[in-house]
């Protein structure tokens, strides 16, 4: 009997062409943040999830026996998100994780990046993959990590502004980080690897890191592509370019946005060549050469792409991470939430609870409500449905939690879906900032505690 593999990020650059290439090994279960169109793979069943919600997760991973997660600084899905790519990864992580393991898998399978082996100074993007690494698997399900620096192959972002930079600009002046080595993996490498992995018992709980088939740098990886695109270029290195404009410079000149470029060259001036040492780690077999040649000229799996109701673009998220330095469980961070609101802003703005409904007062008016769900809250876990207060336009979308994440060193305060009552650009400029005020005051709180 075929095991089914669900994948997180089915429409992502490795998740099409997982499906392309095993859809017939494997019964896929496809998740999708909407809805999917797609008449080309007749055996592969698609799944509607939100993977900000737990029990839409835990809904779409049932029946599977591993699960492929390809999930990292998803686009946005609300007309506003409060929150940075490396809280909004940490919160998925978890969610999955929990969902995973109320579903009896067998394996989570997750694509990290390579950590740097000369500092513990990781960038934003390489500490992000590292907390989600660690966050997948920390409950019962086994977690596999194949740990890979640039992935190269039709279809893929990170090698486009590769490909961008050479089709726009004749003179490259290119920074130190350029020359910093890396080990490029083909997508056809990685495949392998993944298709090595899922259901190895003898990788269940490893981080295996993984290298193409030779050493390069971004700037020879610049220099072979404008030899395979036939474009004369003059491609150098200077020393006195700041990354900050690094970052500015590559975005502009690529057509690529500054939020995807940023992380990018964040880890791309650390040396991202694999450690030979572990006791796993594998090399891919693709040259460099071939690899970017094919990345330039083969056609890769196309899916329509997902979308969602426009009930659901008009919505706000904010993911907050609060620090926890005394590991407090998250019921206990909810509970004194609403005391912190009454003695911070005294008389002004007061918090009643009556059973499982708290009420936020604004002198007599009721700004919120929101009402606790124990059912699908635990120790570390408080869920508050938001159902009312003048603030709130619809009371039938939007939901409050707190949870603990990293062993309890952090708690995340999330809020997702909800509708502001408020004209858009009034909210905007004054409640959202409130939030992120009182969000901000109360993390000093919490730092501040014996």
Known sequence: MKKRVAIAGATGFIGKWFIDKYHEKYDIIALSRGEVKDSQYPSVEWRKADLYSLSSTTQALQGADYALYLVHSMNPSTRMNQSSFENTDLLL????????????????????????????EYSKHLKSRYETEKTLGARSVPLTTIRAGIVIGPGGSSFRVVEELVKRLPIMACPQWCKSPSEPVDIKDILHFIEK??????????????????ETSYM?????????????????????????????????????????????IDSLRHDMRADETQAFHWRGKVKIEDSINAALYESHPSIQRSYEKEEERNTVRSVQRLNNPHNKPAGIIADLYPRWLDRYFKFILTAKQEGNIVRFHLLNIMLLELTYMPNRSDENRRLFFITGGVLCKRSDMGWLEFRSVMDNQHIISAIHRFVPALPWLVYKYTQAVGHLFIMNQFNRFLMRQD
């Open 220 to 264: 020879e990886m610049l220099k072979i592509t404008s030899q395979k695109m036939k474009k004369k270029r003059v491609i150098f290195s200077i020393p006195f370019f700041t990354l900050g404009f690094s970052k500015l410079w590559v975005a502009l000149f690529s057509g690529t946005s500054y939020v995807f470029v940023s992380p990018l």
């Open 197 to 214: 992995s899922l259901g190895n018992q003898e990788v269940y709980g490893q981080a295996i890191e993984v290298a193409g088939s030779e």
């Open 93 to 120: 992580a978890d969610n999955f994780a929990r969902s995973a393991e109320a579903c009896g898998l067998e394996q989570i399978l997750f694509i990290g990046g390579i950590l740097p082996k000369e500092t513990n």
